[in-house]
């Protein structure tokens, strides 16, 4: 769906659904003079932004109508209200039925003929992802606003449109992304950063403003991974003219982006990011390095019981989520090809990992013991060495 037609179904769906409301209800007087409460200069930008196609520009200014129209106890407020929030249901589930036929539309790459984004719709994760409580809150905060986004509407006001994710490698960053086009019923438009960037001077700004605009066009989340390869600090005195301008034309995207799709860019390296880039973000989210807790929950997620994933995870702890997983898949295979019990298969996978040498059930009891907050003089008196072995172990397979 091009952007102009993008606004005029949203005009149109508000002006049909306003005309059918009075309709239905002829109690209902809409003012017809030519003398309106609020000023003529706001109505008209109203119908010039609808013609034109820009459909950000038409809904925050129809939601500003309204909030003033309820100032002046209009009762044309309520009708323009529904009017805007069943247009809104209404271009959502157009999008959700042109999915498949958007991911034909992707924009490409003009001289390596590469599409530059991938499209998933619908999106469905087999497990349920696990995350710490603050990511969690806040992922669901987001959802809230998107799920209730016709009330913030009929307030003036718009769901989060742009949202940064940083953290550490596989602790769930474009896991965020998958979940939240899952949960909004969205599809998924996914960066293909190999084909975006090019060697050539203003290829990879053109390509980055043509995905912007594919995304624009139609309700969605748009990922951007690996933000930082493009939103690199400007006052880096190795980097080029050309991740320069681009950085400019993220600033301004991310200030015009609609409230129609949301925006997710994810980092590995927030350090390395423009300054200017933090505060042009609606929500930003740090995500912590995974705890024992999530590494227990993902273990038991994938098949291992209560009891070995508590003992496993604190070893795990730390490192990306999908280690986890892996670690499980291979001790699965090793049971498979030659009947291996799962908890022997598991350990002998695990001392893989670490040092030549060390005695994985005590190292495991060591783990174990911190992660529950006992000092090193406890854990050691429970393994029979001293306090100092306990740190030089801990330490080793840290």
Request: overall charge neutral; charged content about 20%; glycine content about 6%.
């Given at each position: 769906m091009a952007p102009a037609w993008s606004a005029r179904l949203l005009c149109c769906g508000a002006y049909a659904t306003l005309r059918n409301r009075c309709n239905t209800?002829?109690?209902?007087?809409?003012?017809?003079?030519?003398s309106p409460p609020a000023s003529?200069?706001?109505?008209?930008?109203?119908?010039?932004?609808?013609?034109?196609?820009?459909?950000?520009?038409?809904?925050?200014?129809?939601?500003?109508?309204?909030?003033?129209?309820?100032?002046?106890?209009?009762?044309?407020?309520?009708?323009?209200?529904?009017?805007?929030?069943?247009?809104?249901?209404?271009?959502?589930?157009?999008?959700?039925?042109?999915?498949?036929?958007?991911?034909?539309?992707?924009?490409?790459?003009?001289?390596?003929?590469?599409?530059?984004?991938?499209?998933?719709?619908?999106?469905?994760?087999?497990?349920?992802?696990?995350?710490?409580?603050?990511?969690?809150?806040?992922?669901?905060?987001?959802?809230?606003?998107?799920?209730?986004?016709?009330?913030?509407?009929?307030?003036?006001?718009?769901?989060?449109?742009?949202?940064?994710?940083?953290?550490?490698?596989?602790?769930?960053?474009?896991?965020?992304?998958?979940?939240?086009?899952?949960?909004?019923?969205?599809?998924?438009?996914t960066l293909n950063?190999?084909?975006a960037v090019n060697s050539l001077l203003g290829k990879t700004g053109n390509n980055l403003?043509?995905?912007?605009?594919?995304?624009?066009?139609q309700p969605c989340v748009l990922l951007l991974d690996e933000f930082d390869a493009f939103a690199k600090r400007r006052d880096d005195g190795q980097d080029v003219g050309e991740l320069k301008r681009v950085v400019n034309v993220l600033l301004q995207a991310i200030d015009e982006w609609p409230a129609t799709s949301l925006?997710?860019?994810?980092?590995?390296?927030?350090e390395l990011l423009d300054?200017?880039?933090?505060?042009?973000?609606?929500?930003?989210?740090?995500?912590?390095?995974?705890?024992?807790?999530?590494?227990?929950?993902?273990?038991?997620?994938?098949?291992?019981?209560?009891?070995l994933s508590a003992i496993v995870a604190p070893t795990l702890a730390g490192r990306p989520l999908s280690d986890a997983t892996r670690l499980v898949q291979r001790?699965?295979?090793?049971?498979?090809?030659?009947?291996?019990?799962?908890?022997?298969?598991?350990?002998?996978?695990?001392a893989q990992e670490l040092p030549a040498g060390e005695d994985v059930p005590r190292l495991l009891r060591a783990k174990q013991l911190k992660a529950a907050g006992w000092s090193l003089r406890a854990i050691g008196k429970d393994l029979k060495v001293n306090a100092s072995t306990v740190s030089r172990l801990l330490h080793r397979t840290e």
């Amino acid at each position: 769906m091009a952007p102009a037609w993008s606004a005029r179904l949203l005009c149109c769906g508000a002006y049909a659904t306003l005309r059918n409301r009075c309709n239905t209800y002829p109690e209902v007087d809409v003012p017809v003079s030519p003398s309106p409460p609020a000023s003529h200069a706001e109505w008209a930008a109203l119908v010039v932004e609808g013609c034109a196609g820009n459909a950000g520009a038409f809904q925050l200014r129809l939601s500003r109508l309204i909030a003033r129209l309820r100032r002046e106890a209009s009762p044309l407020a309520n009708v323009l209200s529904r009017a805007l929030a069943d247009a809104h249901d209404s271009r959502l589930t157009l999008a959700r039925d042109a999915a498949s036929h958007q991911a034909t539309l992707s924009p490409v790459d003009s001289e390596s003929n590469l599409s530059l984004t991938t499209v998933q719709y619908p999106v469905h994760l087999d497990t349920p992802p696990v995350w710490t409580e603050q990511v969690e809150i806040s992922l669901k905060q987001l959802i809230e606003e998107w799920r209730g986004a016709h009330k913030l509407l009929a307030a003036g006001l718009t769901p989060s449109r742009t949202l940064l994710l940083s953290g550490p490698p596989g602790v769930g960053k474009t896991l965020a992304a998958h979940y939240l086009a899952e949960q909004l019923q969205l599809p998924l438009v996914t960066l293909n950063l190999a084909a975006a960037v090019n060697s050539l001077l203003g290829k990879t700004g053109n390509n980055l403003v043509r995905v912007l605009a594919h995304a624009r066009a139609q309700p969605c989340v748009l990922l951007l991974d690996e933000f930082d390869a493009f939103a690199k600090r400007r006052d880096d005195g190795q980097d080029v003219g050309e991740l320069k301008r681009v950085v400019n034309v993220l600033l301004q995207a991310i200030d015009e982006w609609p409230a129609t799709s949301l925006l997710v860019a994810a980092t590995n390296h927030e350090e390395l990011l423009d300054r200017a880039i933090f505060r042009r973000f609606d929500r930003w989210l740090r995500f912590p390095e995974s705890s024992p807790a999530q590494v227990e929950a993902v273990l038991i997620g994938v098949g291992c019981s209560p009891a070995l994933s508590a003992i496993v995870a604190p070893t795990l702890a730390g490192r990306p989520l999908s280690d986890a997983t892996r670690l499980v898949q291979r001790a699965q295979r090793q049971v498979a090809l030659h009947g291996q019990g799962f908890e022997d298969a598991l350990l002998a996978q695990l001392a893989q990992e670490l040092p030549a040498g060390e005695d994985v059930p005590r190292l495991l009891r060591a783990k174990q013991l911190k992660a529950a907050g006992w000092s090193l003089r406890a854990i050691g008196k429970d393994l029979k060495v001293n306090a100092s072995t306990v740190s030089r172990l801990l330490h080793r397979t840290e």
